[in-house]
């Protein structure tokens, strides 16, 4: 059973440029978040989703960032226009949804590194 | 703003010994979660502690909730070199988990 796949694992990209992180859930789950961590930092929630629905975009900067759960496929985050204060680690994590969400933990993946030269 | 706050920020140890992690929290909860993360990869989760427990225990970590303190703390016992890594704690929902800034734990063999 395959866990939260992520990648790319490293992504440079220059100023200006787009990055598109990508995330599969683990087989079963239908419901992704995202989290950026600065160094020496703990993760900071971006953004829920569930199949084709954005449910709380409320820790997503208002412009050049995007996410999307297709109906097939892997849920991707979107910066344009990246720049330097967008290096970080970005998280993906997916939980099953059964019942009560309150006591259930989230499955992380491994992360993408987006450095911004 | 951060919900949990770890303490202390990093920690060394020699293998064999105990390490305590500490978190404190500002708002109302329903659940409390540990995470640990080695160095570049992602979190794992640890344990969940409920708001009306006290105190849980899962091999060799044992978990205690204050929510009269808003506090909760993390024992490693009979630490091994494995149990290097950064811990966090997490309230919240899982739709919208806060973490704190962790506690990084060097446990030297």
């Known amino acids: 059973n395959a866990g939260v796949m992520q990648n790319p694992r490293h992504l440079v990209r220059r100023r200006g440029q787009e990055a598109r992180l990508r995330c599969s859930p683990m087989?079963?789950?239908?419901?992704v978040y995202w989290y950026r961590q600065l160094p020496e930092e703990g993760l900071k929630f971006m953004v829920y989703l569930q199949k084709e629905n954005i449910i709380d975009e409320s820790g997503m900067p208002k412009e050049r960032f995007s996410a999307e759960f297709p109906k097939e496929g892997p849920s991707i985050l979107r910066i344009q226009q990246v720049v330097r204060g967008d290096s970080a680690a970005y998280f993906c994590?997916?939980?099953?949804?059964?019942?009560?969400?309150?006591?259930?933990?989230?499955?992380f993946g491994n992360g993408t590194r987006l450095t911004v030269t | 703003s951060q919900q949990g706050e770890e303490d202390p920020q990093a920690l060394s140890i020699q293998e064999g010994e105990n390490a305590t992690m500490n978190c404190s929290y500002k708002?109302?909860?329903?659940?409390l979660q540990w995470y640990r993360q080695n160095s570049g990869r992602g979190l794992v989760h640890l344990i969940l502690i409920r708001s009306n427990e006290r105190e849980k225990h899962s091999g060799r970590l044992r978990v205690t909730l204050d929510t009269s303190k808003k506090s909760s703390s993390l024992l490693i016992t009979a630490s091994r070199a494995a149990d290097t890594a950064s811990y966090f704690c997490?309230?919240?929902?899982?739709?919208?988990?806060?973490f704190g800034k962790g506690t990084k734990l060097t446990v030297n063999p």
């Open positions: 087989k079963g789950h239908s419901h």
């Open positions: 997490a309230t919240g929902g899982s739709e919208k988990l806060v």
């Open positions: 708002t109302s909860i329903n659940n």
């Open positions: 994590a997916s939980s099953p949804f059964e019942g009560s969400s309150y006591n259930s933990p989230l499955h």
